[in-house]
T-cell receptor
Framework: AQSVSQHNHHVILSEAASLELGCNYS??????LFWYVQYPGQHLQLLLK??????LVKGIKGFEAEFIKSKFSFNLRKPSVQWSDTAEYFC????????????FGTGTRLKVLA | GAVVSQHPSRVICKSGTSVKIECRSL??????MFWYRQFPKQSLMLMAT?????????EQGVEKDKFLINHASLTLSTLTVTSAHPEDSSFYIC????????????FGQGTRLTVV
């Protein structure tokens, strides 16, 4: 069955600490990969996406993610977090052909301490 | 960019009543919209695909008589939770596909439904 796993449900960091959130997916075909962020009371906002090409993708707000095909992983990273990064982060995939249905991970709640 | 607006953002209703949630594409025509539901500490799960002018396609295990979806225009899909019960309390989120963009859909801000 298709699935997306996010390993950390809650993460607490101090400002300036480095962040890495794990995401692994299980899917038989070629996928598009996404990281979304949801700040309290706000829209799900796209951080970055991978469709093809360079497996290291850079997104908004200093985030990046690396697609490792052999590991079925798409981990999110940020070298130095800020208090304003406190939010919930979702990894998601959709099939590259034809469908816009997303499969989401369970989400990771990040709290950054000032 | 493509903007999807969902209304209301929060709603509290009494058990046994029905609640309607709206999903609008503001700057594009959405032939296809999607409705997701998120239980606490769980993934967003796709409930149904809403196609303009035709019946929605429901995912396995989703009660179509419970969750009525109407996509009567190219910019509006509605989800009605009928005869709501406390177990229907959840976070509902819609997304819409902009036909000009082939790679992703765009999400509304979600609706927190609490049934008391």
């Amino acid at each position: 069955a298709q699935s997306v796993s996010q390993h950390n449900h809650h993460v607490i960091l101090s400002e300036a600490a480095s962040l890495e959130l794990g995401c692994n997916y299980s899917y038989g075909g070629t996928v598009n990969l996404f990281w979304y962020v949801q700040y309290p009371g706000q829209h799900l906002q796209l951080l970055l996406k991978y469709f093809s090409g360079d497996p290291l993708v850079k997104g908004i707000k200093g985030f990046e993610a690396e697609f490792i095909k052999s590991k079925f992983s798409f981990n999110l990273r940020k070298p130095s977090v800020q208090w304003s990064d406190t939010a919930e982060y979702f990894c998601a995939v959709n099939a590259q052909r034809g469908t816009y249905k997303y499969i989401f991970g369970t989400g990771t709640r990040l709290k950054v301490l000032a | 960019g493509a903007v999807v607006s969902q209304h209301p953002s929060r709603v509290i209703c009494k058990s046994g009543t029905s609640v309607k949630i709206e999903c609008r594409s503001l700057d594009f025509q959405a032939t296809t919209m999607f409705w997701y539901r998120q239980f606490p500490k769980q993934s967003l799960m796709l409930m149904a695909t809403s196609n303009e002018g035709s019946k929605a396609t429901y995912e396995q295990g989703v009660e179509k008589d419970k969750f009525l979806i109407n996509h009567a225009s190219l910019t509006l899909s509605t989800l009605t939770v009928t005869s709501a019960h406390p177990e229907d309390s959840s976070f509902y989120i819609c997304s819409a596909r902009d036909p000009r963009i082939n790679t992703e859909a765009f999400f509304g801000q979600g609706t927190r439904l609490t049934v008391v």
